[in-house]
């Protein structure tokens, strides 16, 4: 379907970003108008966030093994650590994992959601990021960038990132960097940037950062919560700290988005790679953007309609 079929796109008037709800004030509204996040305090409990992380040191020993669930590690440190939270960095596509799901399925998260999405909610992209100390070289950098980059459906005020701390994040343990307003912007050419070391296969960043754009560094406590759009230019630093920082999130999408070809624009090539990547995981030959993303996606809330 085209955009004019879906009814949850912006109407005209005050608000582009949210719709008519009863959980924002009038202020979050304007504020999340305005500079395309919003931070919500002591969101997900201890407990839960508790629950989370004894799954993911489960996942690390492989005492469990999520179906479909990708385990990035930092092999140079395998030998040194073995199986262990020391070594992996992040646990993306968790969707088949029901401990780790919860978290996409909690009502206070999802009262949140629905202000941005309406009533129909599918979670689309899964990661549990656990930030290593970052001894010698930037390895766990994220460079700046806008999550839309990695998804091929519109339209994009209907999308929100959910990204929940699991302990306090700050500038000292990479905490996440917003340039608070680039959700007007449109989405930007990515590509791996020009680091010394090596590059986080898929970690892409804007080929053309405006160095100049102001930036906010979100410092959270354990449980807090930011929404952010997904043209929203943001990034995180590296853990300068000797301990870990660990982050649970989720992309949530209105069902009633819709798939769209990335032929011929700025997300071409991440596509050839993305299956590029699963073509050696599953050893399959014929497989398109939105089959991956199929596979990933759940309904949460209301009916699927479209995605």
């Not at 680091?195 to 102001?214: I, T, V």
């Not at 995180?236 to 032929?263: H, L, M």
């Amino acid at each position: 379907p085209t955009s004019a079929q879906v009814s949850a796109v912006p109407q005209p008037g005050r608000f582009c970003y949210t719709l008519d709800n009863d959980v924002l004030t009038t202020e979050q509204r304007q504020f999340y108008e305005d500079n395309g996040y919003l931070l919500v305090k002591k969101l997900v409990s201890d407990k839960d966030i508790e629950r989370f992380r004894k799954e993911f040191v489960r996942i690390c020993k492989k005492e469990v093994n999520p179906l479909g669930a990708m385990i990035m590690k930092d092999e140079s440190l395998r030998s040194q650590y073995g199986h262990s939270e020391k070594v992996v960095n992040k646990v993306q596509d968790f969707q088949e994992d029901k401990e780790l799901f919860r978290y996409c399925t909690l009502p206070e998260v999802l009262k949140y959601v629905e202000c941005f999405t309406g009533p129909n909610i599918m979670a689309m992209h899964t990661m549990l990021i656990n930030k290593l100390p970052d001894s010698d070289e930037q390895t766990f950098l994220h460079p700046m960038h806008q999550d839309l980059h990695y998804f091929p459906f519109r339209p994009a005020a209907r999308i929100v990132c959910s990204w929940t701390a699991m302990e306090r994040a700050d500038q000292d343990n990479g905490c996440l960097v917003v340039q608070p307003g680039t959700h007007k912007e449109p989405l930007k050419p990515h590509g791996y940037p020009k680091w010394e070391g090596k590059a986080n296969k898929l970690f892409h960043g804007l080929l053309d950062e405006n160095e100049r754009s102001p930036r906010v560094h979100l410092v959270m406590e354990k449980g807090d919560t930011v929404f952010f759009h997904p043209l929203l230019i943001h990034g995180s630093g590296i853990n300068k700290t000797s301990g870990f920082r660990k982050s649970i999130n989720c992309y949530f999408a209105s069902s009633e988005c819709y798939y769209i070809d990335v032929k011929n624009t700025t997300q071409e090539h991440l596509e050839k790679e993305l299956v590029e990547m699963v073509h050696k995981k599953y050893n399959t030959t014929s497989v398109e953007l939105r089959d991956i993303w199929n596979f990933r996606a759940r309904l949460v809330q209301g009916e699927r309609i479209n995605l």
